[in-house]
T-cell receptor, first 112, second 114 residues
Framework: QKEVEQDPGPLSVPEGAIVSLNCTYSNSAFQYFMWYRQYSRKGPELLMY????GNKEDGRFTAQVDKSSKYISLFIRDSQPSDSATYLCATTTQGGSEKLVFGKGMKLTVNP | DTGVSQDPRHKITKRGQNVTFRCDPISEHNRLYWYRQTLGQGPEFLTY????????KSRLLSDRFSAERPKGSFSTLEIQRTEQGDSAMYLCASRVQGSGNTIYFGEGSWLTVV
C-alpha cells in the first residue's frame, strides 16, 4: 500500500462546476498537508497548505483535512478552464523527515 | 524572475553517458531539495541540503547519482552511466528554514535517455 493514494482520473467537468479532489494516507505521523497544481511540463505550484483537521479556504479553493479517517480533499468552486491542470496532494511529518510524500496526481479538465 | 531556476530544461542523452543538472534556488533559501517525477506519477523525494550539508538521501538515489551544493547556493545533480529508467523530470525546490513546509519548485529538467 502506498503511503498516499490519489485517484489519477482523469476528471472532466463543465465550466462553473464544483470539483472535488481527494486523497487518503496511511501514516498517522503525517501532520502537514498540501495541494499542488501542476500545468503540463511545468513544476508543481503550491495551492493550499494546512496543518490541522478542518477546513481552510482561499478564494475558490477549500482544503479539508480529516485526520481521524486520514482523508484530505480539495474543493474548487466555480471551476474555470484555467483550472485545467494536474492536482497533487502531498503530506509530510512534523519535525521529522524533510521529504514530501505525493499522491499520483489527478488530471482535471474544465471545459468551456 | 526570482523563482527556482533549473538548467538545462531538456536533455536528451544516449544510454551510458553522464548528465548534470543545475539548480539555483530562491535567494536566501537555505534548504534545497531534489525530486524526480516520471509520467503519470507524483514527484518522489531524492535528497535535500541545508546550506552545503546533504542531510537526507532517498534509497532511490543509487550510487550512480550524486548531488552537491558546494557553497550553499546553487546545487548540481549528476547521473553517471545513464539508463533508460532514468528518463524523468528532475525537480529542484527550495525553502527557508522555519517557513513551515511551503517549498517552491522550479520548472524541472526533463531527461530522456535513448
Amino acid at each position: 500500500q502506498k503511503e498516499v493514494e490519489q485517484d489519477p482520473g482523469p476528471l472532466s467537468v463543465p465550466e462553473g462546476a464544483i470539483v472535488s479532489l481527494n486523497c487518503t494516507y496511511s501514516n498517522s505521523a503525517f501532520q502537514y498537508f498540501m495541494w499542488y497544481r501542476q500545468y503540463s511540463r511545468k513544476g508543481p505550484e503550491l495551492l493550499m497548505y494546512t496543518y490541522s483537521s478542518g477546513n481552510k479556504e482561499d478564494g475558490r479553493f477549500t482544503a479539508q483535512v480529516d485526520k481521524s479517517s486520514k482523508y484530505i480533499s480539495l474543493f474548487i468552486r466555480d471551476s474555470q478552464p484555467s483550472d485545467s491542470a494536474t492536482y497533487l496532494c502531498a503530506t509530510t511529518t512534523q519535525g521529522g523527515s524533510e521529504k514530501l510524500v505525493f499522491g499520483k496526481g489527478m488530471k482535471l479538465t474544465v471545459n468551456p | 524572475d526570482t523563482g527556482v531556476s533549473q538548467d538545462p530544461r531538456h536533455k536528451i542523452t544516449k544510454r551510458g553517458q553522464n548528465v548534470t543538472f543545475r539548480c539555483d534556488p530562491i535567494s536566501e533559501h537555505n534548504r534545497l531539495y531534489w525530486y524526480r517525477q516520471t509520467l503519470g506519477q507524483g514527484p518522489e523525494f531524492l535528497t535535500y541540503f541545508q546550506n552545503e550539508a546533504q542531510l537526507e538521501k532517498s534509497r532511490l538515489l543509487s550510487d550512480r547519482f550524486s548531488a552537491e551544493r558546494p557553497k550553499g547556493s546553487f546545487s548540481t545533480l549528476e547521473i553517471q552511466r545513464t539508463e533508460q529508467g532514468d528518463s524523468a523530470m528532475y525537480l529542484c525546490a527550495s525553502r527557508v528554514q522555519g517557513s513551515g513546509n511551503t517549498i517552491y519548485f522550479g520548472e524541472g529538467s526533463w531527461l530522456t535517455v535513448v
